[in-house]
């Protein structure tokens, strides 16, 4: 319970200085940026924990992908979300709704959703049960979902 605290404390702390980063990183960065974390680093080890959960299971692995989706998770990428990155711009495109940039509150619940989800897997993902680790699995990508279903234009 602790790390997983620790982990709220430091993603908190991570998006506060994200936030103030933000503000000096161009619109087409930002867009940049946040396409290659989630489209990049969450795919790729959301995809080896997959390929584990449905062939031969390697605990170190689902491990250490884990734990890369705990840490995109409390990164502060929501600072990547700055004013000018809610439609293409220089050369950059988004698939973001609108509604991301409007629906504080909502936006809010599926970000924390993620960041639970996302460091309840790392923390299961750590004792090695492949069942265990299924379900929480299936739990962050439900959270991805949510979001995806919400904030982004098919």
Known sequence: MKKIIARIAFGMAAF???SAASAQ???ED????RKAGYSYMMSWNMGKIKANLEGSYNKD??????NAIAGIANSGMGALYGPGTEKAVGGQTTRVK???FTDKEGVTKVAVDFNKAAN???KV???GDAAAVKVAF????????????QYREE
């Open 61 to 66: 692995q689902v491990a250490a992908a884990a």
């Open 125 to 127: 993902a750590a004792d």
């Open 138 to 149: 299936g739990e962050v990508g439900k959270t991805c979902k949510a979001c995806h279903d």
């Open 30 to 33: 930002q867009i940049k940026y």
């Open 120 to 122: 309840n897997l790392a």
């Open 16 to 18: 506060a200085l994200a």
């Open 98 to 100: 609108p509604a991301m």
């Open 25 to 27: 990183v161009k619109p």
